[in-house]
């Protein structure tokens, strides 16, 4: 009985799966189409209404979303103005302090020199002469000719002063003449200024038997007592021996960008000393 | 009145499956990130099994006929009786363990709209295949199977409540070609 009603129902399945495969096989070849469409087309309005109203359900979260993300949007924007403004600021006050590390640096590693470091204010008002305005003057104890350095080497000295600012003749400017040492043979000559701020000046002066390398370092030698000696100048790039000159000539490269200087190193405790009193004859 | 009201359930749940659902999914899937998730409950499916717990069989068949019809019309995809396949088993399938065994645990249900899910599932599956459609079975079965099994697992109870608020308000008339369980 019980296997009769098992195979009942297994027969009464088997018959069902088959009318849903003839159906299946119908659908597929489109036989059944129009009868589809019947039952589709009802069914397919009241799911177009369900979509309609879901639909307009999402675009008005999506409308919120939207409008969110703009107030979103605004503030990062707006953080990020301040954060940038931050970071500017970051950068310029660690450029400050690499500078004047290094400038400490150099401060420490000089002996028997005082300094008064000083911020670089402006530039020279006329082309014909290249100089820098700094922020510190005869208040601080600045008086003229006295030398300015950075730790990279020479800038110039003291040209003219005021109460709160100095004007300071650059080693570039053409009626600045500084004694010097080339470092490896000892050889003196006069560094003059070419007017470019690009920092290329001319070595002058050097006997032709001195052999000069390129990549060799010039010295400060205290002659002429306008400035004190082993400052740092430069840098030998191109030697120009011409036969029918009496000495021989070199392009020399300063290690600092005057375009870009910030701050600056006035040594306070050296007095240039007028030694032209003594080419006057004796009465 | 099973039957009246059967059409009117499974049309409903035949829509919302094919409208409110999809859209469910796609919002949701915008927030979750999860790209490859695209199931969502089979409300027919557990419908038309949970009915078919306490009604006869021959209301079961009907159920399980309107909403597969109801759900492919609706699913262009696929042809037009490839889900009352698997309603079909499930129905005969659930009417067969009622009358072997004296009592079944309401539990019981959730275990057959799991392989109901299942067997629905690979239906599709090699309904796409003969179709020509490429997929690969085991993207197939992570992204889409288990996902509506999950939801389907989590639905069924809630689907049984309700629909057994309906059917034990309805009269308990005998119908002359019902098929005796």
Same mark, same amino acid.
């Given at each position: 009985?019980?296997?009769?009603?098992?195979?009942?129902?297994?027969?009464?399945?088997?018959?069902?799966?088959?009318?849903?495969?003839?159906?299946?096989?119908?659908?597929?070849?489109?036989?059944?189409?129009?009868?589809?469409?019947?039952?589709?087309?009802?069914?397919?309005?009241?799911?177009?209404?369900?979509?309609?109203?879901?639909?307009?359900?999402?675009?008005?979260?999506?409308?919120?979303?939207? /409008?969110?993300?703009?107030?979103?949007?605004?503030?990062?924007?707006?953080?990020?103005?301040?954060? $940038?403004? /931050?970071?500017? /600021?970051?950068?310029?006050?660690?450029?400050?302090?690499?500078?004047?590390?290094?400038?400490?640096?150099? =401060?420490?590693?000089?002996?028997?020199?005082?300094?008064?470091?000083?911020?670089?204010? %402006?530039?020279?008002?006329?082309?014909? =002469?290249?100089?820098?305005?700094?922020?510190?003057?005869?208040?601080? %104890?600045? #008086?003229?000719?006295?030398?300015?350095?950075?730790?990279?080497?020479?800038?110039?000295?003291?040209?003219?002063? #005021?109460?709160?600012?100095?004007?300071? $003749?650059?080693?570039?400017?053409?009626?600045?003449?500084?004694?010097?040492?080339?470092?490896?043979?000892?050889?003196?000559?006069?560094? $003059?200024?070419?007017?470019?701020?690009?920092?290329?000046?001319?070595?002058?002066?050097?006997?032709?038997?001195?052999?000069?390398?390129?990549?060799?370092?010039?010295?400060?030698? %205290?002659?002429?007592?306008?400035?004190?000696?082993?400052?740092?100048?430069?840098?030998? =790039?191109?030697?120009?021996? =011409?036969?029918?000159?009496?000495?021989? /000539?070199?392009?020399?490269?300063?290690?600092?960008?005057?375009?870009?200087?910030?701050?600056?190193?006035?040594?306070?405790?050296?007095?240039?000393?007028?030694?032209?009193?003594?080419?006057?004859?004796?009465? | 009145?099973?039957?009246?009201?059967?059409?009117?359930?499974?049309?409903?749940?035949?829509?919302?499956?094919?409208?409110?659902?999809?859209?469910?999914?796609?919002?949701?899937?915008?927030?979750?990130?999860?790209? &490859?998730?695209?199931?969502?409950?089979?409300?027919?499916?557990?419908?038309?099994? @949970?009915?078919?717990?306490?009604?006869?069989?021959?209301?079961?068949?009907?159920?399980?006929?309107?909403?597969?019809?109801?759900?492919?019309?609706?699913?262009?995809?696929?042809?037009?009786?490839?889900?009352?396949? @698997?309603?079909?088993?499930?129905?005969? @399938?659930?009417?067969?363990?009622?009358?072997?065994?004296?009592?079944?645990?309401?539990? &019981?249900?959730?275990?057959?709209?799991?392989?109901?899910?299942?067997?629905?599932?690979?239906?599709?599956?090699?309904?796409?295949?003969?179709?020509?459609? &490429?997929l690969e079975p085991l993207t197939y079965f992570q992204a889409y199977t288990i996902p509506t099994l999950a939801f389907n697992l989590f639905g069924t109870m809630p689907m049984y409540w309700i629909l057994r608020r309906f059917q034990k308000r309805l009269p308990q008339r005998q119908n002359p070609w019902a098929v005796q369980r």
């Amino acid at each position: 009985m019980r296997r009769n009603w098992f195979a009942g129902r297994l027969m009464l399945l088997g018959l069902l799966i088959f009318i849903c495969i003839a159906l299946i096989g119908l659908s597929t070849v489109g036989v059944i189409r129009p009868l589809e469409d019947l039952f589709a087309t009802p069914l397919g309005w009241a799911q177009g209404l369900v979509n309609g109203a879901t639909g307009a359900f999402i675009q008005s979260e999506e409308a919120a979303t939207i /409008e969110q993300l703009e107030e979103r949007n605004a503030d990062l924007e707006r953080q990020l103005i301040q954060l $940038q403004e /931050e970071l500017t /600021e970051l950068r310029e006050i660690s450029a400050d302090y690499d500078r004047l590390t290094q400038l400490l640096n150099y =401060v420490d590693s000089t002996e028997n020199m005082e300094f008064l470091t000083a911020d670089v204010i %402006g530039r020279g008002q006329y082309g014909f =002469v290249n100089s820098i305005i700094i922020n510190k003057g005869t208040r601080d %104890g600045l #008086t003229i000719g006295m030398p300015v350095t950075t730790d990279l080497g020479l800038v110039g000295r003291i040209w003219r002063v #005021t109460a709160n600012t100095a004007q300071v $003749q650059l080693i570039t400017d053409r009626n600045s003449f500084v004694s010097v040492r080339l470092q490896n043979s000892r050889a003196e000559g006069t560094i $003059q200024g070419r007017g470019l701020e690009t920092g290329a000046v001319e070595l002058l002066y050097i006997d032709l038997d001195v052999d000069i390398a390129a990549g060799e370092l010039i010295y400060t030698s %205290g002659f002429g007592a306008n400035y004190p000696a082993d400052l740092p100048v430069g840098q030998v =790039v191109s030697v120009s021996n =011409v036969e029918s000159e009496l000495t021989q /000539e070199a392009q020399v490269s300063s290690l600092i960008d005057f375009t870009t200087l910030e701050q600056v190193l006035v040594i306070t405790n050296f007095e240039p000393v007028d030694l032209s009193v003594f080419d006057e004859p004796e009465q | 009145m099973g039957y009246y009201l059967g059409l009117i359930f499974l049309c409903v749940f035949a829509i919302l499956e094919n409208s409110v659902l999809i859209d469910m999914r796609i919002f949701i899937g915008r927030f979750t990130e999860l790209d &490859a998730f695209y199931g969502q409950p089979s409300l027919v499916l557990i419908a038309v099994i @949970a009915w078919s717990w306490h009604s006869d069989l021959s209301e079961s068949i009907f159920w399980a006929f309107a909403g597969g019809i109801a759900l492919d019309i609706l699913n262009p995809i696929v042809p037009t009786g490839t889900s009352v396949i @698997a309603l079909l088993v499930m129905v005969f @399938a659930v009417k067969t363990i009622e009358r072997m065994f004296y009592q079944v645990s309401i539990f &019981a249900l959730v275990a057959f709209v799991a392989v109901g899910t299942i067997l629905h599932h690979v239906i599709l599956f090699s309904i796409f295949s003969i179709q020509g459609v &490429a997929l690969e079975p085991l993207t197939y079965f992570q992204a889409y199977t288990i996902p509506t099994l999950a939801f389907n697992l989590f639905g069924t109870m809630p689907m049984y409540w309700i629909l057994r608020r309906f059917q034990k308000r309805l009269p308990q008339r005998q119908n002359p070609w019902a098929v005796q369980r």
